[in-house]
């Protein structure tokens, strides 16, 4: 089962757009044609391999998920 080891950075702003680093250990290798995404909310980013997880641009603020009231 993958999980997620670490994220970088660990918070950013909703109003700002930055590139978040996700280690996943043993993440599987892609056949040619396959990709990762990364899922924040309803907005589906690209994410790029790495040889220690997957790095994916944060949604435009404009595009960011609702926070929960509480």
Known sequence: ???????SPA???REERREVFLSVPDLP???PGESY?????DHQSPALLTSAGV?????DPSEAPALPRG
């Open 1 to 7: 089962c993958l999980h997620v080891a670490a994220m």
């Open 55 to 59: 790095m994916c641009p944060s949604p």
């Open 29 to 31: 290798p892609l056949w």
């Open 37 to 41: 995404s990364c899922q924040f909310g």
């Open 11 to 13: 918070n950013i702003s």
